[in-house]
């Protein structure tokens, strides 16, 4: 700076008088090339086209129940994923296009413009952020801790978590608990168990609905599942209940294109309605369970 | 005197610099020390995995992953070197990861079967992609594989040719052409067994694929392999390569040719004994399952090691035509945050898989363990 101060105090007058011209211009030039860089100015071509349309194209994978699958009579994609989808649409004046792409290949599709949106029980990705967006959450579906509801409400567990699950675990849990063996949530176990002295003894499972299913049982005192199991676990026989804070977040979100910002911010208008209007609590009392996160 | 010292100072302080620098890339590969030679212990002398260290670069994380691979009781690794890597210009080779790869897998008892492939920038059309090679280049190819096969001599007794050349994007992304990868095998071998006779050739490492005929996407395993011989594959290679993945199905589902799962490897053995080529043997290079719990083709991860094991079995007692069942994969440098993360037996991190130590269980003649 100081000698660019120093080039303009030996420049002639004239050079001189044009110098705050040159400097206003100089960031002018930059702050358009930084709105140009981050879409400020960039026509959201997405959510234009779904409004000369009519038409809301959502990419799915349909092999996920009971979010996606396909009703063997009609062939058509039913679950929690498709209602969301048909109670955005009705929110936006727009029918509901379901294009079928594989699950590995969803965002990619989103990020090459191939549908406008994908809606699939995707959780967040935090490193595909260049290429598409993620909507505000929807449903959590990451690990928790799970006791018999009659026992939740006296289980002695701090109200906030620490940042290390495991840590917290080793110190506020002990007893069985039950785990599928080989899942996110054995690992998590095993981890807390190096910490916890004793206190923790592993029963490991073929399944989380198997983990779950020995705390009815009494041959586990805890178990940990992601909160999908458990919600539907709980749909049959609402016997358990989350205890403490969620161990790992692992929440669902709709992706959009990267330039797609209208588009996003329309998507998380609409959920952020359906929350308020209970509207989000009904799919999933009618798809998973009423207390589902 | 003190201008002679300031004008010698920064040349002495440049010259330590220049020195420090050569010096640690001097010592760049004793690092880690390489310690006793090892071996591995095992039941099952034909147990394998593919290791992924072309893009680790940590000399100490090579040697912990050969070294999680041994005491797993794992015999044999399946590695990918890279031609762009290893020859950046034509005729000038870099082996410094290369050899620090080989020689720690060496350390530590491991038999390595070396796959080649990816193609550098001046041996292909300009904006081609890196598993583009048409017939101009496999002269190249070839040099290049004779000169790892001679450099590796006493080191590394196997080599795959190409990787799964019946997928497409594999050939460049070009229509799939068997003749075409047999003329590849038939200018690779000889200049390989030039440079090093007793390196074993591999040929085919051919995608499971019920493509249909004249799919854009790639051909059919079974008739791509019936291609090859038709077109004369047979004495260009000494094993032939085959990929095994079970999908969802367990490894005693039987084999089906329209179907995709383990013992379709059964169906590939058929080819070769029809075209008169039962004397050569067959080494699985790549195969497994995967136990994401989202994924369509996944199983869970109690059912993912219980048919891990019970692959391992099969290749042992079964298939006595079998060598090596090299199983995909055991560690990634770093996450592929996508279903690909839910083939590892162990983390980024190295902290041992729940499979990991089933495997290592049943390696050591124990219960497994899995639910």
């Known amino acids: 700076m100081s000698r660019l101060i120093g080039f303009l105090r030996a420049a002639p007058p004239a050079t001189r008088r044009l110098a705050p011209l040159l400097l206003l211009g100089a960031v002018i030039v930059a702050a358009l090339g930084l709105a140009a860089r981050t879409g400020l100015f960039a026509r959201d071509r997405a959510w234009a086209h779904i409004q000369e349309t009519g038409v809301w194209r959502v990419g799915m994978d349909p092999s996920f129940p009971p979010f996606e699958n396909l009703d063997v009579t009609t062939g058509q994609p039913v679950g929690f994923d498709v209602d969301l989808a048909q109670a955005i649409a009705a929110r936006w004046g727009v029918r509901v296009e379901f294009v079928g792409i594989g699950f590995d290949q969803l965002l990619d599709a989103v990020a090459a413009h191939r549908v406008h949106s994908a809606l699939s029980a995707l959780p967040i990705m935090p490193h595909r952020t260049r290429e598409v967006r993620f909507s505000e959450p929807y449903i959590e579906a990451g690990l928790v801790l799970v006791a018999p509801r009659e026992k939740a409400a006296a289980f002695p567990v701090a109200s906030s978590q620490r940042a290390e699950p495991a840590l917290w675990l080793a110190e506020n849990v002990a007893g069985r608990l039950a785990v599928e063996w080989g899942s996110e949530g054995d690992a998590l176990a095993r981890a807390a168990q190096a910490q916890a002295a004793g206190r923790l003894q592993l029963v490991l499972r073929e399944s989380g609905e198997a983990a779950l299913a020995a705390v009815v049982a009494g041959e586990a005192d805890l178990a940990i599942v992601d909160a999908i199991t458990l919600a539907l676990f709980n749909r049959e026989r609402p016997a358990l209940a989350i205890v403490g804070p969620i161990l790992r977040s692992d929440p669902y979100a709709i992706i959009v294109p990267a330039d797609a910002g209208e588009l996003l911010s329309q998507v998380n208008a609409a959920l952020a309605a359906l929350r308020s209007d209970g509207i989000l609590d009904e799919l999933k009392a009618r798809w998973l369970a009423p207390d589902a996160p | ?188 071998y000889p200049a390989v067994k030039a440079a090093n006779p007793q390196m074993q050739v591999l040929a085919g490492a051919l995608a499971p694929t019920l493509a ?100 391992y079995e099969i290749a042992l007692h079964e298939w006595p035509w079998v060598e090596a069942l090299c199983l995909w994969a055991f560690r990634y440098p770093r996450p592929a945050a996508t279903y690909q993360d839910y083939y590892t037996f162990v983390g980024v991190d190295f902290q041992p898989k729940p499979i990991y130590a089933a495997v290592q269980r049943y390696a050591a003649g124990e219960k497994a363990g899995v639910p």
């Not at chain 2, 392999?225 to 290679?237: D, H, N, S, T, V």
Request: charged share 25%; net charge neutral; proline share 7%.
């Open chain 2, 212 to 311: 249909p005929p004249g799919s854009e996407w790639g051909m059919d395993d079974l008739i791509y392999l019936q291609r090859m011989y038709e077109a004369g594959a047979a004495p260009y290679f000494d094993i032939l390569a085959v990929h095994a993945y079970g999908w969802t199905f367990d490894p005693d589902a039987p084999a089906s040719p329209d179907a995709v799962n383990f013992r379709r490897v059964e169906l590939q053995r058929a080819v070769m004994e029809r075209n008169g080529d039962a004397a050569k043997p067959v080494m699985i290079t790549e195969g497994g399952w995967n136990d994401h719990p989202r994924w369509t083709k996944a199983v869970r991860p109690a059912q993912r090691a219980a048919y891990t094991i019970r692959a």
């Open chain 2, 1 to 188: 005197m003190t201008r002679t010292k300031g004008r010698v100072m920064p040349g002495l302080t440049l010259l330590a610099l220049c020195l420090t620098l050569v010096l640690s890339g001097r010592s760049y590969r004793h690092w880690v020390e390489f310690g006793p030679q090892q071996r591995v212990l095992t039941v099952n002398p034909k147990m394998g995995v593919h290791t992924r260290l072309t893009d680790e670069v940590e000399p100490w994380k090579i040697q912990r992953t050969l070294e999680m691979v041994r005491q797993m009781g794992a015999p044999w690794i399946v590695e990918y070197f890279l031609w762009a890597a290893h020859e950046p210009a034509r005729g000038v080779f870099d082996w410094s990861h290369a050899d620090l790869v080989v020689d720690h897998a060496v350390n530590q008892g491991l038999t390595v079967i070396a796959r080649l492939g990816y193609v550098p920038e001046w041996a292909r059309p300009p904006r081609s992609g890196h598993l583009y090679l048409d017939e101009t280049g496999y002269d190249d190819f070839a040099r290049f594989a004779a000169a790892f096969a001679a450099h590796f001599r006493g080191r590394v007794r196997y080599l795959i040719i190409w990787n799964e050349p019946n997928l497409s994007q594999e050939w460049g992304f070009r229509p799939v052409d068997p003749a075409g990868y047999v003329e590849m095998l038939r200018r690779v």
